[in-house]
């Protein structure tokens, strides 16, 4: 079904911003789904996915990286979309557990004197690590431990290896900066989202759980 529509729209390439829509649309409804807990989960998940993404792949398209056509955009979208929406499940399910398992540690550093952003920049840091850890794996082993999809479809459609290999390279350089970025955006939301009035912060609670303020003291 999809490689039926995708042949629609290489017929009618206006539809290609439509079917790119909703691919971002989609991948942050569920990674929003994912992190629910938080106030306007699946609009914050959208924009951290949807804003690198699509605005890298822009970037690469305007700078002749790629052709603008369909054949080229889609993909390209396709691959930093998803590489975002694991970035920003990753990073915003971490943070959440977090912001459960270091209550206390939060509690300490606000009544310490500690701003909301400066008492949960260590649980950040972690959080947006552990988001990028797959990709920056990936690069780390392209080529010792796996062929990535785009070079080896590219050698199957009969592209030479150097040719295959450059468009790799772009690829995966792209998706380090769009997952970084991706990562950091869903983090800054839910920082936002959990800071209550007064440099508190408010946890909404999981089912069955009580709310968690660590600032509550």
Do not use: K, N, Y
Request: aromatic content about 2%; charged content about 15%; glycine content about 12%.
């Amino acid at each position: 079904m999809v490689g039926a529509l995708i042949a629609l729209i290489f017929r009618h390439p206006p539809l290609a911003f439509a079917f790119v829509a909703v691919m971002a649309v989609v991948a942050g409804a569920t990674s929003g789904g994912r992190i629910r807990r938080i106030p306007g989960a699946r609009r914050a998940a959208l924009v951290a996915i949807a804003l690198p993404a699509l605005g890298v792949t822009g970037v690469l398209l305007l700078v002749g990286a790629f052709e603008v056509t369909p054949r080229a955009a889609i993909p390209t979208a396709g691959i930093l979309i998803g590489g975002a929406m694991a970035a920003a499940t990753l990073t915003g399910r971490r943070l959440v557990e977090a912001l459960d398992e270091r209550a206390d540690e939060v509690e300490a550093r606000l009544a310490l004197g500690d701003d909301v952003p400066t008492a949960l920049a260590p649980l950040v840091r972690v959080a947006v690590t552990t988001g990028v850890v797959p990709v920056i794996d990936q690069t780390r082993s392209v080529g010792l431990v796996t062929l990535p999809g785009t070079f080896v479809g590219l050698l199957l459609g009969g592209a030479s290896p150097a040719t295959a290999a450059r468009i790799q390279l772009t690829v995966l350089l792209a998706l380090l900066l769009v997952e970084l970025l991706a990562g950091l955006l869903i983090a800054l939301a839910i920082r936002r989202a959990v800071t209550a009035p007064g440099e508190r912060v408010v946890v909404p609670p999981a089912d069955g759980r009580s709310a968690t303020d660590p600032g509550r003291g």
